[in-house]
């Protein structure tokens, strides 16, 4: 079972949440916690896998992913909010949250993102995604390296590679797709996280929403192989 904490200082968000997640026989709901202290000292004490937090709520922060960690190696987060800037977004990312959903999305997506993130991958709902590519949010603020002045190339077969990746497949199903080797694949993400100057999955996803290689609707991060 996965062992959920409903973070938020509004009762009937944390009630709805609550008896809609006790429907689902693979989620324990350890809790629910009003406020940042709330929640820090329930994670100290029954060491959950993922927190379902707005941190954007009353007497709660994005201090609050550092804190936490400090307690549990292996808690992580899925941010649920109401609309919030792209470089809250990211903020929020870069602080520590694993996943990010909005409060109007529908319940299957809630479930799923809690899932995937305890099993961890990574969820981001569209309206997410759109948030950040609506502001334009420079690569520079996803948490990469340095970027050199020199012109980007990226091939046809790392294009396919990329759109595939932002469509949530693994080194080893994009490699069956595409007719190659995991460690080509492997070789090639490598490569264009070089060439984009990121680090990180979410990155390379950002950079294919921004190119129109994909829709941003729905992605599922699955963690990264190799």
């Given amino acids: 079972m996965f062992k959920v904490i409903i973070a ?19 989620f324990q709901i350890l809790g629910e916690a009003s406020n940042e202290e709330q929640m820090l000292e329930m994670i100290k004490n029954f060491d959950p896998e993922v927190v379902l937090i707005d941190f954007a709520a009353r007497d709660f922060s994005i201090d609050a992913f550092t ?28 602080a520590g949250v694993t996943s990010y959903i909005k409060k109007d999305c529908d319940v299957h997506e809630i479930v799923d993102s ?3 993130t305890a099993k961890g991958g990574r969820f981001f709902c569209g309206q997410i ?9 420079d690569v520079n603020d996803l948490d990469i390296v340095e970027l050199s002045c020199e012109p980007v190339v990226i091939s046809d077969r790392e294009l396919e590679v990329i759109k595939l990746i932002a469509e949530g497949y693994t080194n080893v199903e994009i490699a069956e797709k595409l007719f190659l080797s995991p460690h080509t694949v492997n ?14 999955t979410a990155a390379i996803v950002m950079y294919a929403v921004k190119s129109q290689l994909v829709s941003p609707n729905k992605f599922l991060f ?3 192989n190799g």
């Fill in 8 to 26: 938020d200082s509004n009762m009937l968000i944390r009630s709805g949440l609550n008896a809609v997640l006790r429907n689902y026989d693979d």
């Fill in 67 to 94: 804190k936490a960690q400090r307690l549990s190696a292996r808690v992580k987060f899925v941010a649920i909010t109401g609309e919030q800037t792209g470089i809250t977004i990211v903020n929020a990312l870069r």
């Fill in 114 to 116: 809690i899932r995937e």
């Fill in 129 to 137: 995604l759109e948030a950040i590519r609506r502001e334009a949010i």
């Fill in 187 to 200: 070789t090639h993400r490598k490569n264009i996280m070089q060439k984009l100057g990121v680090n990180n």
């Fill in 222 to 224: 699955s963690p990264v």
